[in-house]
C-alpha cells in the first residue's frame, strides 16, 4: 500500500516488475535508469547472482512531481524471475501498489508465462491482494526477436493465454532497445496514481 | 495512515531517545520499504531511499527463515562493521525501526534507547 506522509508531504509507491527467468525485468529498469539519469537522484540497486540473474530485487527510485502538494517517488522493483526464487518473489511483492508483467514471447517461454502469472494471482492472494483489482500492465517483451528468425507467439495468442480474463493494457515492447519500455511505465505510473488518489 | 501528531510524536520520540544518545542515523519504516520518518545527527549523508528497501528485504528474508526454522520470528537483527552497526528491531507487525550507530556506543545502550522507543512508537500508534 501506498505510504502517504502527511508531515512530510510526500507520497511513496511502489511498482513491481513481475514475469518470468529472462523475460527481460531488470532490462526494462536498467532502460528506464539509463534514459532518466538525470532525474533520478541515486543509483540503481541490484541483488544479482554472480552469473548476473537477481537474486533478490532490483531498485529505482525516481520522484514524478507533485499532486495535490504531495512530493510523489515511484520505487520501482523487479522480483527474480527463477522458479527456485518463489519466496523471495512473494517478499518482493509486499506492500505492492502496481504491478507490470513482462511476459517472454518466445513460443518456447509460453508455459513458463502462463505459470508465472499463476503464481502471481497466488502470491498476491497471500497478501489479500487481488490481481483483478489492482493496478496492472501486460507487457509482450521481445518482439523483435522474430527478424532473426526465433520462433515467436503473435500478440493476439499472447492475449488470449495471458490477459482474457485481467483485460490489462498491453504493450509490445523489445525492452533491450528500450521499444515501448516507457509507454509501459507510464501507463502503469497513471493507472497506481489514479488508484490512490481518493486517499490524498 | 498515520496523521500529524502521531508523525510529530514518533519524530520526536526518535530524537530524544536515539540520536539525542549519540545515534547517527535512524530510520522508522514500513515492511514494504517505505520510509516513515528518518533522522540523523547531521553528520553523514546516508541514501536512506536505497537503504530503506535493502533492510526490508533484508528483515523479510531473515524472518521467512525464521518461519523455516519453526520460530515465530526473529525481531531482532544486528550487523557490526569495524567502524558504524546496524540495529534492526520490529515495532510491530508492519514497521521496523533501524539503528545505525558507531563504535563509541555500545549495542546495549542502543537495545535499551530502542526498546524505549519503540514502547513508545507503540503507544502513539496505539492512541491513533
New interface residues.
Given amino acids: 500500500?501506498a505510504?502517504?506522509?502527511?508531515?512530510?508531504k510526500e507520497v511513496?509507491i511502489?511498482i513491481v516488475y513481475y514475469g518470468p527467468g529472462r523475460g527481460g525485468k531488470t532490462t526494462n529498469l536498467e532502460y528506464i535508469n539509463k534514459k532518466y539519469r538525470e532525474q533520478i537522484k541515486?543509483?540503481m540497486?541490484s541483488?544479482k547472482t554472480q552469473d548476473d540473474r537477481t537474486l533478490?530485487?532490483d531498485?529505482l527510485?525516481f520522484d514524478v512531481g507533485q499532486i495535490k502538494g504531495f512530493d510523489v517517488?515511484i520505487?520501482l522493483?523487479t522480483v527474480p524471475g527463477q522458479v527456485k526464487y518463489n519466496?523471495?518473489r512473494k517478499?518482493?511483492l509486499?506492500?505492492?501498489d502496481g504491478i507490470v508483467f513482462v511476459a517472454d514471447v518466445q513460443k518456447e517461454q509460453r508455459k513458463n508465462n502462463i505459470e508465472s502469472l499463476n503464481q502471481l494471482y497466488e502470491n498476491l492472494e497471500t497478501y489479500n491482494l487481488d490481481l483483478f483489482k489492482m493496478p496492472f500492465v501486460m507487457q509482450y517483451n521481445k518482439i523483435d526477436l522474430k527478424n532473426s528468425g526465433i520462433p515467436i507467439l503473435p500478440s493476439n495468442i499472447m492475449q488470449k493465454d495471458l490477459n482474457t480474463a485481467l483485460r490489462a493494457p498491453a504493450f509490445e515492447a523489445t525492452a533491450l532497445r528500450g521499444g515501448n519500455v516507457i509507454p509501459t511505465l507510464k501507463k502503469i505510473i497513471s493507472m497506481t496514481l489514479t488508484s490512490i488518489q481518493g486517499?490524498l | 495512515?498515520?496523521?500529524?501528531s502521531q508523525?510529530?510524536d514518533i519524530?520526536n520520540a526518535i530524537v530524544t531517545n536515539l540520536i539525542e544518545a549519540g545515534l547517527n542515523n535512524v530510520i522508522f519504516m514500513?515492511?514494504?520499504?517505505?520510509?516513515?520518518a528518518k533522522h540523523d545527527n547531521g553528520k553523514n549523508n546516508l541514501?536512506s531511499?536505497?537503504f530503506a528497501?535493502?533492510a526490508?528485504?533484508n528483515f523479510?528474508?531473515v524472518d521467512?527463515m525464521a518461519k523455516l526454522v519453526g520460530e515465530s520470528e526473529f525481531s531482532l537483527l544486528f550487523h557490526k562493521g569495524k567502524k558504524l552497526s546496524i540495529h534492526f528491531s520490529k515495532a510491530d507487525d508492519e514497521t521496523l525501526l533501524i539503528s545505525m550507530f558507531n563504535k563509541e556506543i555500545s549495542l546495549g545502550l542502543v537495545r535499551l534507547k530502542v526498546a524505549d522507543t519503540i514502547k513508545e512508537i507503540n503507544t502513539i500508534l496505539a492512541n491513533g
Fill in positions: 500500500m505510504l502517504i506522509n502527511v508531515k512530510t511513496q511502489k541515486t543509483e540497486v541483488l533478490f530485487f531498485f527510485p517517488t520505487q522493483y519466496a523471495t517478499l518482493v509486499r506492500g505492492v486517499q | 495512515m498515520f496523521n500529524q508523525l510529530d519524530d514500513d515492511m514494504a520499504g517505505n520510509t516513515i541514501d531511499t536505497a528497501a535493502l526490508a528485504g523479510a528474508a521467512a
